[in-house]
């Protein structure tokens, strides 16, 4: 049996020792709370990479509103869509394609498949519109197409130094064409359905060039029926011709 001063000492030790584990939780908590201090007061670090193969961006609905990845063929693009219509930015064929809602009207801003830049503007019919071409070479011209997609109008500075302006029907057959060539003789000619020269007028840039027709009149077969020249002398001479070629009435 344990004296009353065995018993006192023993307490005291058990208090010792309760005083000591105190102390080094109460350490021990303030490491951990100053730990966690520091976490949260550590300013946000930016990665330096993020990998990823697709980025969905979605409305508050969670429906899908834009997308950034490769496209079938492993090229990136960027896509957004909405009500009014989409917008799409690709490398396949670079450039930034608008489509309204319809899925017709729109435009494309970016490379043609030569390697040109082109702004195309499309109608209802999606293929008509007008389109902007400029071409590696130098080439460079404005088009307005029909409902199937044909040129109907053009008007093009050629790389050759040559300009024109044409005009063809539903088709695709020129009908009428006006144009400068790198000389800077001008030249204008109508044709008809069948492609056959009816009507073409020339103009030379300097005094003292050759006799030359300056006006001529062509029938269906592309006979030449009717021409009027300027002679170097500045006087002019109108020709009539019959079927068979030969001329029936001349002036002066």
């Known amino acids: 049996m ?14 010792r020792d309760n005083r000591r584990w105190k102390r080094s939780f109460l350490a021990l908590g303030l490491l951990l709370l100053g730990a966690t201090a520091a976490g949260f007061a550590r300013p946000h670090q930016t990665p330096e990479e993020i990998v990823a193969k697709r980025f969905i961006l979605q ?4 429906e899908d509103v834009g997308l950034f990845g490769p496209d079938r063929n492993g090229n990136p693009h960027l896509t957004f869509r909405g009500e009014a219509g989409m917008a799409l930015l690709g490398v396949t064929q670079p450039g930034l394609l608008i489509r309204h809602a319809d899925g ?16 195309s ?22 088009y307005v197409l029909n409902d199937t997609g044909r040129e109907r109008v053009s008007m ?10 044409t005009t063809r029907d539903d088709d695709g057959k020129v009908r009428g064409f006006f144009g400068h060539d790198a000389g800077g003789t001008s030249s204008l000619v109508l044709l008809d359905g069948g ?25 269906s077969q592309g006979r030449l029926r009717s021409e009027l020249t300027l002679n170097l002398d500045d006087s ?17």
């Open 2 to 15: 344990h004296s009353p001063q065995d018993l006192l000492l023993r307490v005291e030790r058990l208090e």
């Open 59 to 62: 409305d508050a609905s969670g």
């Open 104 to 119: 017709k009207r729109g435009s494309f801003l970016g490379l043609d498949g030569r390697g040109g830049s082109q702004l």
């Open 121 to 142: 503007l499309t109608g209802t019919e999606f293929t008509n519109g007008i389109k902007l071409v400029v071409q590696e070479e130098g080439t460079s011209g404005v």
């Open 156 to 165: 093009e500075y050629l790389s050759n130094g040559n300009s024109q302006f």
């Open 195 to 219: 492609g056959v020269r009816r009507i073409g007028a020339l103009v030379h840039p300097e005094e003292g060039s050759p006799d030359v027709p300056v006006f001529a009149v062509q029938d």
């Open 236 to 252: 002019a001479t109108l020709r009539m011709f019959r079927q068979d070629g030969k001329p029936v009435f001349t002036a002066p």
